[in-house]
């Protein structure tokens, strides 16, 4: 029998329903108070009007909001690129291929070093407010090595990506077209039943336009959903293609006409942009204002992963993209938490409204605005998942 628990004092509490609170797409009340029950917020409104609960938390006077959606993370992976990073930041600058020191250190473990990796980057990323994360294969390019890296996943989240088209295999460097192949078939069919999406890096150096669109049409077919890393590097392809096969996201969008914009606004497809990639690449940011005033849904995501951006951190890709992207701190939390969970198509997470799951974080500050105001300091005080708390 589950009990129910209110968490009372709250300075500021982000609900992303436009109905409540002040009206803003935040939807924030102040002197509030949850109630959870069992997995679910059943209450959300002022402190005094909470109803009777079993248990009482006091908030302290803090700010308290969804835990955050990372929607685009790739965690299964083995070693690290310490050596690529530190050169880069003495003037080299950032290829796709890069990916294929981690493949090899990747394919040489065990499932348990791969499992343990993993585990330890999701404690690191729950104590720092995430509650839901998507990861990707795209380091293993065999049928062997890619199943295994989806079956690993997904015993530890529901949002697992197959990526087999991260680049062409080295073992294919001679003839990218029988890649395509496998991983249109072999390597597909071994993979689907431990994956809910399919992505592609749609990129000079990686797969084109056509490249992708055989690719993700077949893992339609076999019942995957698409996402793509689209316009990272270059101009291209990629945001169209998100469009056309009604993604569910289009990633990166660092390069975009105006017809990119134009296509994104008038679709389903949700821009997702990764800053710590830029922050870790010393690359051009994303123009997350251009995005937003033309309309599109923006999430903002960490990119996880041990060449372009090395960090699990929600609060600093926050902090990134009000400082550098042109996003106010309102709507970088939004995209971090409602925009995740619109990149993921959930309606069950992200927000904090009856019904939804109850997945909170408690920051050691009054209000969610110190996510921006505050960088680099620890702010994530407590975390609450599925109605458990867990920091
Ligand atoms: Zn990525």
């Known amino acids: 029998m589950s009990s129910s628990t209110v968490i009372t004092n709250i300075a500021t509490l982000v609900t992303n329903d436009p109905s409540l609170g002040d009206g803003s797409p935040l939807g924030l009340v102040q002197d ?33 909001l969804p835990g955050f959606v990372d929607s685009h993370s790739h965690l299964v992976f083995a070693g690290d690129r310490t050596q690529e990073f530190n050169a880069r930041m003495s003037g080299r600058s950032y290829t796709a291929g890069g990916i294929r020191t981690t493949v090899a250190a990747t394919r040489a473990a065990s499932d348990a070093e791969l499992e343990a990796n993993l585990t330890r980057y999701l404690t690191e990323a729950l104590r720092q407010g995430t509650t839901t994360f998507e990861t990707k294969s795209g380091y293993g390019l065999t049928v062997e090595d890619e199943s295994r890296a989806l079956r690993l996943a997904a015993k530890h989240t529901d949002e697992v990506t197959y990526l087999g088209a991260h680049i062409v295999s080295p073992d294919y460097a001679d ?63 990629g ?27 008038h679709s389903d497809t949700v821009a997702t942009l990764l ?3 830029e922050f ?22 960490t990119d996880c992963n041990p060449g372009s951006s090395f960090t699990s951190s929600v609060p600093f890709c926050i902090a990134l993209a009000v400082r550098d992207m042109r996003m ?59 109605g458990v708390r867990v920091v």
């Not at 010393?282 to 849904?297: K, N, Q, S």
Request: aromatic share 4%; with cysteine; hydrophobic share 45%.
């Open 32 to 64: 509030a108070a949850v109630v959870i029950d069992g997995d679910r917020v059943v209450w959300t409104g002022e402190s005094s009007k909470a109803p009777a609960t079993d248990n009482r938390v006091d908030a302290g006077g803090r700010a308290v």
């Open 328 to 386: 106010t701190p309102d709507e970088a939390v939004w995209s971090a938490t409602a925009g995740g969970a619109a990149a993921l198509r959930r309606t069950d997470i992200g927000r904090l409204t009856p019904g939804a799951r109850a997945d909170l974080t408690l920051l050691d500050a009054p209000s969610h605005v110190h996510l921006a105001y505050r960088p680099g300091v620890p702010l994530v005080s407590g975390v609450w998942r599925k």
């Open 239 to 265: 945001v169209q293609l998100a469009v056309e096969l009604d993604a569910a996201s289009a990633d990166h969008c660092t390069h975009l006409t105006d017809a990119d914009v134009d296509a994104l606004a």
């Open 275 to 277: 800053p710590g990639a």
């Open 175 to 237: 003839d990218p077209a029988a890649y395509v192949d496998l991983v249109t078939g072999e390597m597909l069919d071994a993979c689907a039943p431990h994956a809910r999406w399919i992505d592609v890096f749609c990129e000079k150096g990686a797969f084109d336009g056509d490249q992708a669109r055989a690719i993700l049409t077949a893992g339609k077919a076999k019942g995957l959903h698409p996402r793509i890393h689209a316009n990272q590097l270059s101009y291209g392809p």
């Open 280 to 301: 870790s690449t010393r690359a051009e940011w994303p123009d997350a204002r251009r995005l937003l005033d033309a309309g599109v849904t923006v999430a903002l995501s």
